[in-house]
């Protein structure tokens, strides 16, 4: 007996929050990718992979949080595992089992999917690939500066338009939260902080105020990170607080030394602003931390974000490892130039078509095809046998720049009809002077 459910036609659909892309938006996305790895990789950077699923105990170490309630976790047998939410943790997963055969500093990027049960909405998804970039090992506020240049040249690399990389450093706040006696306040604080931009001052005050901060408290620290002006204006004000706390002025330190390594790096004041409401709200940032937004596209937010941290491996081993890192949300950043149509130019799929026509001229568009691929030419040829107005629209379709036409008279005397699809051109030409023609894009 047949069941009639095997007949029934199911829609096709997706889960809300996970993205899919046509063919030409791949490739930009694609392009993206590689732009990315080819600078992290002029840096020094070196790649990893860690595995999608992580065992659910090492993934929620850290414990708590609103993260933990966006986490994708499900049992077999008797272990629990989990969808990775970042590329952080894992990451000190990694550098904890293999910290024997790694060389510190160890510089790595990494560029994998993550998820997160939250609410899908502009730019934010549940699936979605993070670029992520650390330097692990070292105290030095030099790969600080440095990661932020690497990061503004990716920005250019991918000519996205004017961004902007906000700087600050959490130890300013800490000090002046300690400097008017609310330190058992100060998780709270920083959370309600780093929202600042997002939901704006008055709401925050609220916030500040059902923490336990009195209206002055309140008040002084929405003052605080309100703070505007010009990088060394900003700097020029917090010295003039005349706070003798250590944290304090040590951010201010800080600060003045990541800028001025950032400058020499070539990531000068037009891309750099300080800004005293950028906090990050994860626990583990201790220092420098930095977000990257769109000029023309702010409603997007940070597209690009990071900071140093002390201990990235407490959670795994006693060896303290502090470091740095930044990541780019590729996919957030990918569905804004989506909207604003301000794509970059890739690399077309297809260089040539070889079309061939007639029983004789198969074996030698094969020929040509695999010539063409060993010259590094990207080729796609006809086995379909389609007429010859069929192959010439698919190949239109395809937009590629040049069609390879054959049949049995070319195929005869081992030559190609080579057809440059934008001026619409064609010469009759022997292989090599057509691989020539097709790679030095000339007509």
């Known amino acids: 007996m047949i069941d009639n459910r095997i007949m029934n036609n199911v829609t096709p659909r997706r889960p809300q929050g996970f993205q899919e892309y046509l063919p030409a938006q791949q490739l930009q996305f694609d392009f993206m990718i590689e732009k990315i790895i080819e600078i992290y990789r002029l840096y020094g950077l070196m790649p990893i992979n860690t595995p999608t699923l992580e065992l659910a105990d090492v993934l929620l170490a850290k414990g708590g949080g609103e ?31 293999h910290k024997n ?38 105290s030095s506020i030099g790969h600080d500066a440095e990661l932020i240049a690497m990061a503004a040249d990716i920005f250019r690399s991918l000519k996205i338009g004017k961004f902007t990389i906000k700087i600050n450093n959490r130890k300013i706040l800490s000090g002046f939260i300690e400097e008017i006696g609310l330190s058992d306040k100060s998780e709270d604080i920083m959370h309600a902080l780093d929202k600042i931009e997002k939901i704006g001052r008055d709401e925050v005050g609220k916030i500040l105020k059902g923490s336990g901060c009195g209206d002055d408290d309140a008040n002084q620290l ?23 706390n250590k944290q304090f002025a040590e951010g201010i330190s800080d600060l003045r030394q990541v800028l001025k390594y950032a400058n020499e790096l070539g ?77 970059m130019p890739s690399q ?10 007639g029983a004789g001229s ?33 190949a239109d379709r395809l937009k590629v720049p040049y069609t390879v036409v054959v049949g049995e008279i070319e195929a005869k005397n081992k030559l190609v009809q080579l057809k440059n699809m934008s001026s619409g051109q064609q010469e009759e030409l022997a292989i090599d002077t057509a691989i020539i023609r097709i790679k030095n894009h000339e007509s």
């Open 67 to 97: 993260t933990e309630k966006e986490i994708y976790r499900f049992s077999k047998g008797d272990t629990e595992y989990a969808l990775r939410y970042d590329l952080t943790i894992p990451l000190a997963r990694y550098v904890s089992e």
């Open 222 to 244: 929405l003052d605080f990170v309100s703070i505007t002006g010009s990088n060394d204006t900003i700097l020029n004000k917090l010295e003039g607080y005349k706070i003798k």
């Open 348 to 357: 077309e799929p297809v260089e040539a078509f070889v079309a061939n026509f």
């Open 267 to 343: 990531a000068d004041d037009s891309v750099c602003s300080l800004n005293l409401g950028i906090v990050r709200g994860l626990d583990y940032y201790t220092g420098t931390v930095y977000e990257t937004t769109l000029d023309d596209r702010p409603d997007f937010g940070s597209v690009c974000s990071g900071g140093r941290y002390d201990d990235l491996t407490k959670y795994f081993s006693k060896s303290k490892l502090p470091g740095v890192g930044i990541s780019i949300g590729l996919s957030r950043l990918f569905a804004a130039l989506l909207e604003s149509g301000e794509m």
């Open 101 to 138: 055969d790694l060389t510190l500093p160890f510089r790595r990027y990494q560029i994998q999917k993550v998820w997160r049960a939250e609410r899908p909405q502009k730019g934010r998804y549940r699936e979605f690939i993070q670029c992520d970039a650390d330097v692990i090992g070292s």
């Open 362 to 394: 198969r074996e030698w568009a094969l020929k040509i095809s695999n010539d063409f691929r060993a010259a590094g030419i990207r080729t796609q040829v006809d086995l379909d046998g389609d007429k010859p107005a069929k192959q010439f629209k698919y």
